[in-house]
């Protein structure tokens, strides 16, 4: 009986969170946490029961809604709440986590794998976060207009020419352009000629930028896709988180 208790008290605790941390016009957490309640593991069914771990939850739906049941990150994030907060937020204190390890979003195959590297591919260097914004990346500064960039599988966004060329002809998680202004990210494009990633994963990028530290609030999302007759088309989205 006291542990039926227990878990009611528990649920009530849930339920007055997920309501509380609700946003006007964001999606309802108490929904969201079903859906990953039906479709994740069983692990991570276990382990949203902890406290710690659904604060960590919803910290994660909050600044970082892809990898939210991922449960290395669940782990970390609730073993480190404290100083989340004090950082300021997840997406703060997680560059300034040297022992975080990467946790892969997606794998984006390179289309034209067994073509040699190009002999004009530059590489300008592995762009790092700082408050939000791109750091200047030793003699090119930090405004790019339309650069070409990978997302490594292991985290690293390397600029610089050519993606066939800066992704070494491997999966990545994200390709294509970015400009940015005075380290500000202003759109993110998925054009790229060798790894052209789908609507799908490309829908993904803002938040793998976002696990990078780097905030893509305001900036566009343009998608370039095949139409049924084989023509390239174009729709742009603007980020609001």
Not at 123 to 136: Q, R, T, Y
Not at 145 to 172: E, P, R, S
Request: proline share 5%; aromatic share 8%.
């Amino acid at each position: 009986m006291k542990n039926i208790i227990k878990r009611l008290f528990l649920y009530l605790l849930i339920l007055s969170s997920l309501i509380v941390n609700a946003g006007p016009g964001d999606p309802c957490p108490l929904a969201t946490l079903v859906n990953d309640l039906s479709t994740s593991s069983p692990e991570f069914k276990v382990l949203i029961k902890e406290p710690n771990v659904f604060d960590a939850w919803l910290v994660l739906n909050t600044e970082s809604p892809a990898i939210r049941t991922n449960i290395e990150e669940l782990k970390l994030v609730s073993n480190n709440l404290d100083n989340i907060a004090n950082a300021g937020g997840y997406l703060k204190w997680k560059p300034q986590n040297g022992t975080e390890v990467w946790n892969s979003i997606q794998k984006i195959k390179n289309k034209f794998p067994t073509e040699p590297l190009p002999d004009d591919g530059t590489f300008w260097g592995i762009a790092e976060s700082e408050n939000g914004l791109i750091k200047v990346l030793s003699n090119k500064g930090n405004t790019f207009n339309d650069v070409d960039f990978v997302i490594t599988t292991n985290g690293k966004l390397k600029i610089g020419k050519k993606h066939h060329f800066l992704g070494n002809a491997q999966d990545v998680e994200a390709a294509g352009t970015i400009k940015v202004i005075n380290g500000k990210l202003k759109k993110i494009s998925n054009a790229s000629g060798h790894y052209f990633p789908s609507i799908e994963e490309t829908m993904k990028f803002p938040d793998i930028f976002r696990k990078l530290g780097i905030n893509t609030k305001g900036a566009s999302l343009e998608i370039l896709y095949l139409d049924d007759l084989g023509n390239t088309k174009t729709q742009t989205k603007f980020i609001t988180d």
